[in-house]
């Protein structure tokens, strides 16, 4: 499970955050790092609905 990768991508696009993490994390790529942006990108859009 990688939830310390999505959480230090999530704060990043939310507040920008740093987005690194130490080892043995590796930084998340490909269609794992474009599946977590996207699901935060439409959590931050559905809030501004509210």
Known sequence: M???????????????APEWTRAPRLPL?????????STVQKAIEDLKTL
């Open 2 to 16: 990688k939830l310390v990768q999505y959480i230090k991508l999530a704060e990043h696009l939310v507040y920008g």
């Open 29 to 37: 790529v490909g269609e794992e790092r474009e599946y977590v942006i």
